[in-house]
């Protein structure tokens, strides 16, 4: 019942890598996934220090409320900031060595 394989300094190693590849992988879509909420998140136009809301069509007039406007506008950017720097961050931890070895020369 007892396993050689699984005592193997190899396999310990190899299960080791794909862990720490899976981690990365994670860390960028985390970063990738902030970047694509910025980019889709929606845009309200400012001039003057204000807000210029969309232009209003046909029956939709009553849905349209500024306030709901501006705080999904404000938590899409914290979100996708959040996830961005979060993700920078992460990614410089992980990859710290590489990074000093590059910076260094």
């Known amino acids: 019942m007892n396993n050689p394989s699984a005592n193997n300094p190899r396999n310990a190693r190899s299960g080791s890598k794909a862990r720490e590849k899976r981690l990365a ?34 029956a939709q007039a009553a849905a349209l409320r500024p306030d709901v406007l501006v705080r999904r506008e404000r938590w899409m950017q914290a979100f996708s ?25």
Do not use: Q, S
């Open 25 to 58: 992988l994670c860390l960028w879509a985390i970063f990738a996934v902030g970047l694509l909420v910025e980019m889709w998140a929606p845009r309200l136009k400012i001039e003057n220090n204000a807000f210029v809301m969309p232009p209003i069509n046909n």
């Open 81 to 105: 900031g959040i996830l961005t720097l979060g993700g920078a961050m992460a990614l410089g931890v992980y990859y710290r060595r590489t990074l000093v070895v590059a910076l260094r020369g």
